[in-house]
């Protein structure tokens, strides 16, 4: 069950298809004026974003975060690039996997903690093959089966 005080303000369903999820890492996210209260509506999508490296720091690039329908003039760009707030040590834990291990940075999920700050999930995660997709699809279809047969039998 999900914590109650951890409200989900956008989901990548997408990723546990596409991606082995090997660790998970708690990022804050550096946002701008009209960026949060859009957030809190619920709207954003992070099906296409992903991490990685700009000047030494952490940036999350391709998330969407729509524009906040009672802004004005100084509205935000949807699609710009937010900075990841984390430890120096972790960055550096977090790069030299991506550069040796031909792993990648993508975002689960962005919410908002019991203090109101907005955090992002993070995976370190490896691609999945066609042939590995079908097979998570194959398994995950199986085990529903399972679950019938056990259901029925009582």
Excluded: C
Excluded at 10 to 15: M, V
Excluded at 97 to 110: A, E, F, N, Q
Excluded at 135 to 140: D, G, I, L, M, T
């Amino acid at each position: 069950m999900a914590d109650p005080v951890r409200r989900v303000a956008a989901d990548n369903r997408r990723a546990r298809h596409d991606y082995f999820i090997d660790d998970h890492f708690e990022a804050g996210l550096m946002l701008q004026g009209t960026e949060v209260k859009s957030l809190r509506t619920g709207k954003a999508n992070l099906s296409d974003a992903y991490a990685g490296e700009q000047r030494g720091e952490l940036f999350l690039f391709n998330a969407y975060i729509p524009e906040y329908s009672g802004g004005n003039r100084f509205n935000h760009e949807p699609r710009r690039a937010r900075k990841l707030l984390l430890h120096k040590r972790e960055i550096d834990k977090l790069l030299s996997h991506v550069k040796r291990g031909g792993m990648t940075l993508i975002p689960l999920s962005i919410y908002f903690n019991e203090k109101g700050r907005a955090k992002v999930d993070l995976a370190l995660a490896r691609g999945k093959k066609h042939h590995d997709k079908r097979a998570s699809e194959k398994e995950r279809d199986w085990k529903r089966e399972q679950g019938r047969i056990m259901r029925d039998r009582g």
